[in-house]
């Protein structure tokens, strides 16, 4: 499966698990009472169809390395998984403390998860308590990993691809990374009895 459906599958993962409290429940009619308007979930799900709410793994470098004014990007994974990596700059902020912290109206936020799954349902969450800025890694760390950290080249690139590879090795050795050219399968020699 390539890295473009990993990350359309979380995507969709995302939004059908964040809207899954929303379709029914035992407590279907106090759910009724406090869900949102159908306009304001009419709107997400615009936004989602848009594609306006992800950024990607080689997009969030960029602003990283720009400097980006009022940019936050919040790591919702454990402690522990924050500890062994996180991306440069990230704050981390437990998915259950994240209605709980202060964010202001001025900044764009950046959620990102594991695989994207619960940064894209946090997505939700926030959009509902208001906050537009906001945007979430839909791969996830391992997009971040793969698109950044360890991108690769296949050896039968075109110019285009190529010419797009230089820019993000460009980004990926400022971060540390190690960007790779797929080498064509190694010509099998004949050994002899």
């Given at each position: 499966?390539?890295?473009w459906w990993r990350r359309a599958l979380a995507a969709t993962a995302a939004l059908a698990g964040a ?51 009022r940019l936050r990007v919040l790591d919702l994974r454990s402690a522990s998984e924050f500890n062994a ?109």
């Amino acid at each position: 499966m390539t890295a473009w459906w990993r990350r359309a599958l979380a995507a969709t993962a995302a939004l059908a698990g964040a809207l899954a409290p929303l379709a029914g429940s035992p407590h279907r009619r106090a759910a009724a009472r406090s869900a949102p308007a159908p306009a304001r979930i009419a709107e997400l799900a615009q936004i989602v169809s848009d594609r306006d709410d992800h950024v990607s793994a080689a997009e969030l470098a960029g602003w990283l390395r720009a400097g980006r004014p009022r940019l936050r990007v919040l790591d919702l994974r454990s402690a522990s998984e924050f500890n062994a990596y996180h991306i440069p700059g990230a704050e981390h902020v437990p998915l259950d403390r994240l209605a709980t912290t202060p964010l202001a109206s001025d900044e764009t936020i950046v959620l990102y998860s594991q695989t994207g799954v619960h940064a894209g349902q946090a997505w939700v969450l926030l959009r509902l308590l208001g906050h537009h800025q906001v945007v979430f890694l839909a791969g996830g760390l391992h997009e971040w990993l793969d698109d950044v950290m360890h991108p690769t080249l296949p050896a039968d690139a075109g110019p285009d691809t190529r010419a797009a590879f230089a820019r993000t090795a460009e980004l990926s050795r400022w971060f540390g990374g190690t960007p790779a050219t797929l080498d064509a399968a190694p010509a099998r020699r004949y050994r002899g009895c």
